[in-house]
């Protein structure tokens, strides 16, 4: 199974760095030579997969155009011998970009399904940008790698977890496990999913962090997944309306995870990647 589309809802409006994020996006904020959004774009050309998708929201242009060529430039680094730079861009050359609109936050699912009618694959990536991860493998690697461990008919969506303090479970949707994989236990099949429990009431401490494999069907059904109150349309209410119809499975991924949605979060990962 050859995974090529991935999803990056990136439309949020960044409130926690302003004043900055009002004329720059916080995926633009850089982390060693690369802004945020390019390492998780990275991420996904490392695994093959060349088909993304950006869901951002009015203002946030600067997010796709990162990625677009520059002819301007790159002629005036190739008269300066610069090489390795234009190496670097030109990584983007045959990527297939394509961005949509979130234009009111009605939530993660509802972010996913705008980019509906883009998807035409079995299997999606989606990739949230405030996690990173400092494993040599990532996330998504892990995740692909561990859905390609199951057999045909085990295979399902796939979810990346993190072992979390309980007091710390209002903060996530926490999974419950139904079993371990015999052979590689970070490989758990889930019976459960619940969004930010009370400590007392969380069925687990796995809480889901940013990396999702996902089959088409589930984008098929967001429009079907009753909103909460305010309107809002989760992934993670796709998700539960599938246990009884797909396989889930949660990966508990190996690294440290950085969440770079906090001021403090991301000094702590330019400190990281700038070592």
């Given at each position: 199974?050859?995974?090529?589309?991935?999803?990056l809802?990136?439309?949020?409006?960044?409130?926690?760095?302003?004043?900055?994020?009002?004329?720059?996006?916080?995926?633009?904020?850089?982390?060693?030579?690369?802004?945020?959004?390019?390492?998780?774009?990275?991420e996904?050309?490392?695994?093959?997969?060349?088909?993304?998708?950006?869901?951002?929201?009015r203002?946030?242009?600067?997010?796709?155009?990162?990625?677009?060529?520059?002819?301007?430039?790159?002629a005036?680094?190739?008269?300066?011998?610069?090489s390795?730079?234009?190496?670097?861009?030109?990584?983007?050359?045959?990527?297939?970009?394509?961005?949509?609109?979130?234009?009111?936050?009605?939530?993660?699912?509802?972010?996913?399904?705008?980019?509906?009618?883009?998807?035409?694959?079995?299997?999606?990536?989606?990739?949230?940008?405030?996690?990173?991860?400092?494993?040599?493998?990532?996330?998504?690697k892990?995740?692909?790698?561990?859905?390609?461990?199951?057999?045909?008919?085990e295979?399902?969506?796939?979810?990346?977890?993190?072992?979390?303090?309980?007091?710390?479970?209002?903060?996530?949707?926490?999974?419950?496990?139904?079993?371990?994989?015999?052979?590689?236990?970070?490989?758990?099949?889930?019976?459960?999913?619940?969004?930010?429990?009370?400590?007392?009431?969380?069925?687990?401490?796995?809480?889901?962090?940013?990396?999702?494999?996902?089959?088409?069907?589930?984008?098929?059904?967001?429009?079907?997944?009753?909103?909460?109150?305010?309107?809002?349309?989760?992934?993670?209410?796709?998700?539960?309306?599938?246990?009884?119809?797909?396989?889930?499975?949660?990966?508990?991924c190996?690294?440290?995870?950085?969440?770079?949605g906090?001021?403090?979060?991301?000094?702590?990962?330019?400190?990281?990647?700038?070592?």
């Amino acid at each position: 199974m050859s995974i090529t589309q991935a999803i990056l809802p990136v439309a949020g409006l960044g409130t926690r760095f302003l004043p900055w994020t009002k004329s720059v996006p916080k995926e633009l904020l850089p982390l060693g030579n690369r802004p945020i959004i390019a390492h998780l774009v990275h991420e996904c050309l490392d695994q093959g997969i060349d088909d993304i998708c950006f869901v951002i929201s009015r203002g946030k242009e600067g997010i796709p155009e990162y990625f677009q060529r520059h002819p301007e430039l790159e002629a005036e680094l190739a008269g300066r011998g610069k090489s390795h730079l234009l190496e670097e861009l030109s990584r983007y050359d045959n990527v297939r970009f394509h961005t949509v609109y979130q234009d009111q936050q009605l939530g993660d699912g509802h972010a996913i399904l705008q980019a509906k009618d883009w998807v035409d694959s079995d299997y999606i990536a989606v990739l949230f940008g405030d996690d990173l991860f400092t494993e040599s493998d990532s996330a998504l690697k892990q995740l692909q790698d561990a859905l390609h461990s199951l057999s045909e008919d085990e295979k399902g969506a796939i979810i990346a977890l993190e072992n979390i303090p309980l007091e710390h479970t209002p903060r996530y949707g926490i999974v419950s496990v139904e079993k371990e994989h015999d052979a590689k236990p970070r490989i758990k099949k889930l019976n459960g999913l619940v969004e930010k429990p009370k400590s007392e009431d969380a069925p687990s401490t796995l809480g889901i962090v940013g990396r999702y494999i996902i089959p088409r069907s589930t984008v098929e059904i967001l429009p079907n997944v009753e909103g909460m109150e305010g309107g809002e349309i989760r992934l993670i209410d796709a998700l539960i309306a599938q246990l009884g119809s797909e396989h889930m499975y949660g990966y508990e991924c190996e690294g440290k995870r950085i969440d770079t949605g906090n001021p403090e979060g991301y000094k702590h990962a330019v400190n990281i990647f700038c070592e």
